[in-house]
T-cell receptor
């Protein structure tokens, strides 16, 4: 069983739709990361959260420490948002344990 | 702004050969992390360094070694390469405990 689980694994949406990706982790962490990986492999850090909520443009990330759960929301989705979104848990030594990723495709 | 630099970007080797991957962190970042992402798999943590000392070790084979130098760049040395070592190797850097910034990765193909 992966320590970090994401759902859904695959997600398709029409341009403009509101998108939610969920992440659950099994043990206490120091922070939770949301990452974006495009075809070709490059990884971009979107958010690092230890509590509450963060917003950047059309992206919003929330975390509930008690429930060990985080969500990534994309408002007004666009085809350029198509990518793999990865949730990763950071532990005390700062290493990241990655979730299995959610492959998002947004169609015009 | 300067980002994490990895070299080479692509590498093709044969079985049993050796390979050296290099990572140049963002200036003033003191921590470097190495991750391995096999085809269709999640990235897996290999090893990390803080202030030139190994800070954590993950699923890194004994055939691999790594170090961080005085200028904070890091090298991952891989010997006796196997077909299963074919993967995308990411380096990330951070100031201790802060957001990790990822390099573009080195894609290694072992034939």
């Amino acid at each position: 069983k992966n320590e970090v689980e994401q759902s859904p694994q695959n997600l398709t949406a029409q341009e403009g739709e509101f998108i939610t990706i969920n992440c659950s982790y099994s043990v206490g962490i120091s922070a939770l990361h949301w990452l974006q990986q495009h075809p070709g492999g490059g990884i971009v850090s979107l958010f690092m959260l230890s509590s509450g909520k963060k917003k950047h443009g059309r992206l919003i990330a929330t975390i509930n420490i008690q429930e060990k759960h985080s969500s990534l929301h994309i408002t007004a989705s666009h085809p350029r948002d198509s990518a793999v979104y990865i949730c990763a848990a950071q532990y005390n030594t700062d290493k990241l344990i990655f979730g299995t990723g959610t492959r998002l495709q947004v169609f015009p | 702004a300067a980002g994490v630099i990895q070299s080479p970007r692509h590498l093709i080797k044969e079985k049993r050969e050796t390979a050296t991957l290099k990572c140049y962190p963002i200036p003033r970042h003191d921590t470097v992390y190495w991750y391995q992402q096999g085809p269709g798999q999640d990235p897996q943590f290999l090893i990390s360094f803080y202030e030139k000392m190994q800070s954590d070790k993950g699923s890194i084979p004994d055939r691999f070694s790594a170090q961080q130098f005085s200028d904070y760049h890091s090298e991952l040395n891989m010997s006796s390469l196997e077909l299963g070592d074919s993967a995308l190797y990411f380096c990330a850097s951070s100031s201790r405990g802060a957001t990790q910034y990822f390099g573009p990765g080195t894609r290694l193909l072992v034939l």
